[in-house]
């Protein structure tokens, strides 16, 4: 074994990007083709903006294990990488830049403006491309694609003019996510919800013909400018006498109507509710199903509009302030509450959202929807963990026009021209557009796409449709989509529609959420809340492969990761681990040679056995993508199978030239299973360590090695029972000699056992640290425990002093009672029982418990000194 090239140290930084650089150069990030089965998946394109976050190390983590995994079952792996332009992120950021340079990008205009981000892109729009090669994702990057590519905007263009001749696309006006300072139209994943302390002011309408008044409240009096009606719940009987009435819009003058609509909430305060469709969405279909007027009173940039003169040209802010005085001043304010508001805030401009009715382009999803849910419901695409598809198919069944057009300048502008009368066609090319019309074209649509309409079509076009579709044939519909569940509307979902649309297909079988990474204590991970960690510092600090598997041995069914310095500490542990076993191990094996003749005993077979069962858990985790499973196994069966207990066991046998041939033999299968078993999720450590593995029929790397197929004759549930019982006897002993504070490793002169250890009296020896084991009960003082029907003695008399013993006890029992006691006074307070959350009281209870089986022990363990 080539043992002395390792280095007594494992070093990531030498070892990670020697091996990506090599992998590349061989194209083992290539599908390999011919008759293989296909396996494909399509990153989620990350932003040109975006730098790698903790979200996108474990999303590529996941997609990268999958790939691995797959190509050494046999598969032709491609995993397609790519960018999105990312429309609003890419043109705040440039705008930003300019400014810092003193440039008015208004006054750059539209195309020198978009010279400006294409360079910016040049220039930094790549970064995270090399994070994730950094990070080891084996993806094949000569195919690399960007939502603006040449082709990719050819797709986008034919795809927009073949919804609206089918008359899918129109032009409306709607209630849409406004950003003031931005003056564009949003969609909800650019936005986050966030609770505010706030208002709520309730407000005088009274009837017009002077028989009385409503009281309706609101936390926004500045819409009631634009208020068109006064809603009420038809079963509500405090009103049904008056819908048909008009009410008078206060400081305004406008008369209104009641009306009866299922809208209102009776149970909420007086049961009637202000409707503005001009400013709300729930308002705005209440104003469609009667027919009502659309108002708006601000504009783009969140003024007030010429039309209420005593408020025009107020910010929208200010005017809530004035208008709140000049109702109280008139009678009109009845009464104003503190109230906890929900309001969205842009996250790319900060700014509060303003839901504002807006003439955009917008999708009929409807008939689009369709296919993509009889999917979900006939099991053609299942979600994992499978509760989203409950979610999904809730959404899609009630699903709503998409809003498409964007007030930007970067991004895909819409392929709408107009004629001289105003006429829009939808067509490639401006010659296009006139071969259409049969006329002149005088104008094209200023807005651009929603950055979603290109990206859903990612995981087709990114395969070359509709120019080249020979990959499509063998590798759509893709296998899975790992993403995120804060973009299954925005994304999922109208991947499924638009693939079934044009290619007839599903776009991916499975899609696998994962879970959201979380601060140590649970909190969101945000730069701008100072709750951020830097994948890349802990890469270039612990590694990638600790990254990794600090990210992946807690992703299982869960939704939330807790994520913290301990984490990365024991994955890189763990790395070091693997690192100095293995070198151990070939230190051991040094000129082994294949030797049949060997006659394997319990632990040899024990160990084989293990090595079984954990390649069958590992081999049904990663199928499932149940990768925790899979990794506590990997650990399991590493750390504590192999090197606390089998290396171990086998240590004077290895010392033993007569003996060595069949722990070698053992070692050395389990190794090399291991490192292939553990290459999917830490691939650059296993890579290192393979390459210094000789053995026969070895391949030229890991990652191009094939699965381990583990024979089935290692499978031996006697082997494993009969460890079972040494190892179970060992643990009991092991805690007996903690209490009396030996230290392990430190030998004691004898135990006593009472009952059978069935051969295992050496592994018993060696592993519990004892020179003899005799049968009986000592003489004397002596500790004694049971496990296993098995009862174990050990004699005291000169392993300890008795005196300095007593005095540490004592010291221990005065503690534990002073912890007691603060305990005990906390439970006898009602207003800690009565009030303190369920969980926490009992979390207190059971501490209780425990410190009183503590004091218990300790003083049983005192009177054995005191005997």
């Given amino acids: 074994m080539k043992f002395e090239d390792l280095t007594t140290k494992y070093d990531a930084s030498t070892v990670e990007g020697k091996w990506y650089a090599h992998w590349e150069s061989i194209g083992a990030f290539e599908p390999k083709g011919g008759d293989l089965p296909a396996y494909t998946i399509t990153i989620p394109p990350p932003n040109i903006t975006g730098s790698l976050h903790m979200g996108h190390a474990l999303n590529h983590s996941v997609q990268d294990l999958l790939g691995r995994y797959k190509r050494m079952t046999g598969h032709s792996v491609l995993i397609q990488p790519g960018q999105d332009h990312a429309g609003i992120a890419t043109q705040s950021v440039v705008i930003k830049n300019l400014k810092k340079q003193g440039i008015n990008p208004l006054e750059l205009g539209r195309e020198k403006f978009v010279d400006q981000v294409w360079e910016w892109r040049e220039e930094s729009g790549s970064k995270i491309l090399s994070q994730f090669r950094a990070l080891g994702c084996a993806y094949d990057w000569s195919r690399l694609r960007f939502t603006l590519d040449d082709d990719y905007e050819e797709a986008v263009l034919k795809v927009f003019v073949e919804w609206f001749d089918r008359g899918l696309i129109y032009r409306g006006k709607r209630v849409v996510n406004w950003d003031i300072a931005l003056k564009t139209s949003v969609s909800d994943i650019e936005t986050e919800r966030k609770e505010v302390n706030g208002k709520l002011y309730h407000i005088r309408y009274a009837y017009a013909d002077g028989s009385g008044e409503l009281i309706i409240a609101t936390t926004r009096p500045e819409t009631l400018l634009a208020d068109v009606a006064v809603a009420v719940h038809p079963d509500d009987s405090r009103h049904k006498a008056n819908v048909g009435k008009e009410l008078i819009l206060p400081l305004v003058g406008r008369k209104i109507p009641l009306l009866a609509d299922i809208y209102p909430d009776p149970e909420f ?18 104003g469609q199903r009667h027919s009502l007027e659309i108002l708006t009173m601000m504009d783009e940039g969140g003024k007030i509009v010429p039309e209420y003169e005593a408020y025009a040209g107020m910010d929208r802010l200010a005017a809530r302030k004035k208008i709140v005085a000049d109702l109280e001043e008139q009678g009109l304010l009845v009464k104003t509450e503190d109230h906890t508001i929900a309001v969205m805030i842009s996250q790319r401009s900060g700014e509060i959202i303003e839901p504002l009715a807006s003439e955009q382009w917008f999708v009929k999803q409807t008939d689009l929807a369709q296919p993509a849910i009889d999917a979900l419901k006939d099991g053609r695409i299942r979600f994992k963990p499978d509760r989203f598809t409950g979610i999904t198919l809730d959404w899609m069944e009630n699903i709503r026009d998409w809003c498409i057009s964007r007030q930007l300048w970067w991004g895909h502008r819409i392929p709408i021209y107009y004629t001289e009368d105003g006429e829009p066609f939808a067509a490639l090319s401006e010659a296009d557009a006139e071969a259409k019309a049969g006329r002149k074209i005088v104008r094209q649509e200023i807005d651009v796409l929603d950055t979603w309409f290109s990206s859903g079509l990612w995981p087709f076009v990114t395969l070359g449709w509709p120019q080249n579709q020979d990959l499509l044939e063998n590798h759509y519909p893709t296998d899975v989509l790992v993403t995120a569940r804060d973009i299954i509307y925005l994304w999922v979902a109208r991947m499924m529609m638009m693939s079934h649309d044009f290619i007839g ?71 070091n681990k693997i690192w100095n076993a293995s070198r151990f191990i070939l230190i051991s094996t040094e000129g082994y040679k294949v030797d049949e003749s060997y006659n394997l005993t319990v632990e040899d077979r024990w160990m084989l056995s293990r090595l079984r069962s954990t390649e069958h858990t590992v081999r049904q985790a990663y199928d499932n993508i149940d990768v925790q499973a899979a990794a506590q196994s990997l650990y399991q069966f590493f750390w504590t199978d192999l090197c606390d207990w089998y290396i171990e066991m086998v240590k004077p046998r290895l010392a033993d030239e007569d003996q060595q041939s069949a722990p070698q033999y053992v070692l050395l299968t389990c190794l090399d299973a291991f490192l292939k078993l553990m290459h999917p999720m830490m691939p650059f450590v296993t890579e290192e360590v393979y390459s210094h593995l000789e053995i026969e029929e070895k391949s030229e790397t890991l990652m191009g090695a094939d699965w381990p197929e583990i024979p089935a004759r290692f499978a031996d549930v006697e082997a494993e029972e009969s460890i079972r019982l040494w190892q179970e006897a060992v643990r009991a002993f092991r805690a007996l000699r903690a ?6 490793r430190q030998k004691v002169p004898v135990a006593f056992i009472e009952g059978s250890l069935n051969g ?6 060696s592993q519990g640290w004892v020179e003899e084991v005799k049968h009986g009960k000592p003489d004397g003082q002596f500790v004694s425990t049971a496990s296993v029907g098995i009862s174990f003695h050990l004699p005291v008399e000169g392993l300890v002093d008795a005196e300095k013993e007593l005095k540490k006890i004592d010291s221990e029992i005065e503690k534990v009672l002073k912890e007691l006691g603060g305990l005990e006074k906390r439970l006898s307070n009602p207003n800690f029982t009565e009030r303190a959350k369920p969980e926490v009281v009992a979390k207190a209870r059971q501490d209780q418990a425990d410190l009183e089986d503590k004091i218990q022990r300790l003083n049983a363990r005192k009177a054995i000194f005191q005997s």
């Fill in 269 to 286: 305060g007086t049961g009637a509710v202000k409707i503005t469709p001009g400013h709300d969405p729930n308002d705005f279909e209440v």
């Fill in 505 to 575: 297909k599903i776009p991916f079988h499975t899609v696998y959420i994962h879970a959201t990474v979380l601060t140590q204590d649970g909190r969101r991970m945000s730069k701008s809340l100072g709750t951020g960690i830097d994948p890349m510092e802990i890469i270039e600090t612990r590694g990638a492969d600790a990254l990794r598997y600090a990210l992946l041995s807690q992703t299982g069914a869960n939704q939330d990761i807790k994520f913290g310095e301990r984490k990365t500490e024991e994955a890189r542990n763990f790395a």
């Fill in 739 to 744: 209490e009396l504070g030996l230290t392990p």
């Fill in 760 to 765: 295992g009296e050496e592994v018993f020896k």
